[in-house]
């Protein structure tokens, strides 16, 4: 009994050394990002990296490219590969990439860009991109239409904006599904309140 005792108090002591070394931390602490002098908010539960231009790919520096499975929105914490058909992307002017998992997170990223990538900023944008839900294709974020209030499911499960590369997609899509379409410009000046509490907050 004795022994076994001591294999249980172990266990459990290897189990906070585990959650420990998760990072787990108090409200308020900030978090180093390796190989910058940078740190990110208490409130970004992860460093989600971007990927590097690849020359070699053939494709010009601002042209979007494919999910890699490995990549994780920095805004959630999901893999945007998962779910392609609402993954986005936000090409900066170094040529560095940032996957998220749906246009929502775009645009809660747009609002505060040096939060979740550290050392970059909308300034250095250089081009963005969401997909267009019918069809699978990489559009530009900015010429986009985009629905709010349906009943379609995506990533985030509820708050998703479905993106379009066309308004007559948009409005089919709404009166099948409801909820009504919107501009990036529109939502660029303000998310929808019921979409705006969706943003991280402070653990």
Do not use: K
């Not at 970059?120 to 709010?148: E, F, K, N």
């Not at 349906?150 to 909820?179: K, V």
């Amino acid at each position: 009994m004795p022994q076994r005792r001591r294999f249980i108090g172990l266990s459990v002591l290897g189990s906070v050394a585990v959650f420990a070394g998760l990072g787990l931390r108090s409200p308020g602490d900030s978090v180093a990002v390796a190989g910058t002098d940078s740190e990110l908010p208490s409130d970004v539960c992860l460093v989600a990296p971007t990927f590097s231009y690849d020359p070699a790919s053939g494709l010009p520096m601002r042209a979007a490219r494919e999910v890699p499975p490995g990549a994780r929105c920095p805004v959630c914490g999901m893999f945007p590969a998962r779910q392609r058909r609402w993954a986005a992307q936000v090409i900066f002017d170094n040529g560095d990439v940032q996957y998220l998992d749906s246009p929502l997170s775009l645009f809660l990223y747009l609002q505060r860009v040096p939060r979740y990538t550290a050392g970059q900023s909308a300034a250095r944008i250089l081009a963005s991109y969401v997909t267009d839900l019918d069809t699978g294709a990489w559009t530009p974020a900015g010429q986009a239409w985009y629905v709010h209030g349906s009943g379609q499911m995506g990533p985030m499960r509820s708050g998703n904006l479905p993106a379009f590369a066309t308004l007559d997609q948009a409005r089919a899509f709404a009166a099948q599904e409801g909820g009504e379409w919107l501009t990036a410009t529109r939502l660029r000046q303000g998310l929808p309140a019921s979409l705006q509490r969706l943003a991280p907050h402070a653990h």
